[in-house]
């Protein structure tokens, strides 16, 4: 397991594949829940960046799968930083519009008075507490989304080749961790 998802060496075929996509969708979605428990815990999220390590070594094997460079997957990360980023556009703005636009006007305020404590406050607050009630499911849903269409993606420009290639035999995932 430690291997499918840290070691970008060797190849995995489309199922092995998208057992590591559910696996990181998975933790992803957690991790995005978690603020619904207490909004203090979005700073976990920053463990979330460990998860892109592991997209880019399971969509890297998964490009020498089909012969291709490894480095295809610096590709499908930008398009996932960048569909993320207007996912969670469209969600603030579907969801929790008027909740963020009170919000801003509250730490802009702070922000004129010179009052960071007041600002720092914020992250605790009822305003942080709506903004992460109306967005945390949907954004689960849409990462969800996001990560099966990118796998869906990869999975069609990566073709399995059964012979043995230059990144070692099928379905070979390294030998890291083994």
């Known amino acids: 397991m430690l291997n499918l998802l840290f070691s970008p060496k060797g190849r995995v075929n489309p199922q092995e594949f998208m057992r590591g ?31 892109i390590w592991c997209w880019i070594a399971l969509c890297a094997k998964r490009f020498h799968d089909s012969g291709k460079t490894g480095w295809l997957a610096l590709v499908v990360i930008i398009g996932f ?10 969600i603030q703005a579907t969801f929790a519009g008027d909740a963020m636009a009170a919000y801003e006007a509250q730490v802009k305020a702070f922000a004129e008075s010179g009052d960071t404590a007041g600002i720092m406050g914020l992250m605790t607050g009822d305003g942080m507490k709506s903004i992460v009630r109306k ?41 890291t961790f083994d």
């Open 21 to 51: 996509v559910y696996i990181i969708t998975g933790l992803m979605v957690v991790i995005g829940l978690l603020p619904l428990l207490n909004p203090m815990l979005a700073i976990v999220g920053m463990v979330g960046i460990l998860l």
């Open 81 to 90: 930083f960048i569909g993320s980023y207007f996912l969670g556009q469209f």
């Open 135 to 175: 967005t945390a499911i949907p954004s689960a849903v849409g990462t969800v989304i996001l990560s099966l269409a990118l796998a869906f993606v990869v999975n069609k420009l990566s073709p399995h080749d059964p012979e043995e290639n230059q990144y070692g035999p099928a379905g070979s995932v390294g030998n």
